[in-house]
């Protein structure tokens, strides 16, 4: 069954020298962009992680450092990467979890500035564990009747991802499927949206699950003391945390997601405050009021009571004999 799409769908693999967003780096990438007349075209680039690549991880994907040594880093094929994925949604296995937050943390050491806005994604490892529950080397033997026999090889592994994709719209095109909740519906359909809807049930804001949507479509918390807590409102009671998460060993575009909530809310703050009826300052006194008190004829001090003046005598000449001795004179 051929894809419908509405816009081009780039399924894309990553090798890596491990799993830590933050700390790990591609060694290897490939990208199969399909448009909507069927056409296909692959791109595929080792890239130089500028860091040692781990023997366990080179076991695991066959890359080794000498395969990389004359490689482009990623820094010097990022704009090109991102124009030739254009406006396409995005496809893969595991991707949402790890794909797509490694690519973006990439795009983000290298300064491009690559939007997740309004793409839609499709990760066809969720189809295939809530349908049936294997791996992508027994989904493409089950779907397809296949053997996937250079697994981990990047491109290898994302046409496999092509292909299962298409098998399961085929052997799912009619299948009534549950959730938790007890609501059923036929969710593998040949649209990319549905698909979209049906492999994002966690409803992540920066795919590395730190932050969820809920059911009303606000950011949550999804890890830590505030789980489940909706993000602003952690803002508003513990404004600290977010330095706290900024400054921590987080994914670069958690922190991206995070900060453009923080935005959001100091803007709302702002707002509010703008908004918000003024004091009501005191009237002014009136020319009369500011008259000083004396000038009305009385005071708020106490008035203190006058000595009685006593009349002065005539000079005596004891008086003088008197004054004479006291000052020498």
């Known amino acids: ?65 000498s395969d990389i040594k004359e490689a482009p880093t990623f820094k010097e094929v990022a704009a090109e990467l991102a124009d030739f994925i254009g406006d396409a949604d995005l496809a893969g296995y595991n991707s949402n979890k790890f794909d797509i937050p490694m690519l973006m943390e ?10 997740l806005e309004g793409r839609l994604f499709v990760d066809v490892q969720n189809i295939f564990h809530q349908m049936e529950q294997r791996t992508l080397k027994a989904a493409y033997r089950f779907y397809c009747d296949k053997s996937l026999d250079n697994a981990h090889s990047a491109e290898d592994d994302v046409k496999a991802t092509y292909e299962v994709l298409k098998s399961q719209l085929d052997r799912y095109q009619d299948t009534e ?13 040949n649209d990319v949206e549905a698909l979209h809807q049906f492999t994002n049930l966690s409803r992540p804001v920066d795919f590395a699950g730190r932050m969820v949507f809920n059911e009303q479509g606000e950011e949550v918390f999804n890890f830590g003391k505030h789980k489940g807590r909706a993000v602003e409102a952690v803002f508003a009671m513990e404004p600290s945390y977010y330095s706290w998460m900024m400054q921590g060993d987080f994914p670069m575009y958690t922190k991206k997601c995070l900060d453009n909530i923080w935005q959001r809310f100091r803007a709302k703050q702002k707002e509010q405050r703008a908004v918000a009826p003024k004091p009501e300052m005191p009237a002014k006194p009136t020319p009369e009021a500011r008259q000083p008190a004396r000038d009305k004829g009385y005071s708020h001090r106490p008035q203190q009571q006058e000595r009685p003046k006593r009349k002065a005598g005539p000079i005596t000449d004891d008086m003088l004999k008197s004054l004479q001795e006291k000052f020498g004179k």
């Open 1 to 65: 069954m051929n894809l419908k799409l509405k816009r081009p769908l780039a399924f894309f693999d990553l090798e890596t020298t491990g799993i830590n967003l933050s700390a790990d780096r591609i060694v290897e990438i490939s990208i199969l962009k399909v448009s909507p007349d069927g056409s296909e075209a692959v791109k595929t680039l080792k890239i130089n992680p500028e860091i040692p690549i781990p023997v366990e991880s080179s076991v695991f994907h066959g890359i080794y450092d």
């Open 106 to 115: 990439e795009f983000i050491r290298a300064g491009v500035d690559f939007s």
């Open 177 to 189: 499927w549950e959730d938790k909740s007890g609501n059923k519906s036929i969710p593998v359909v």
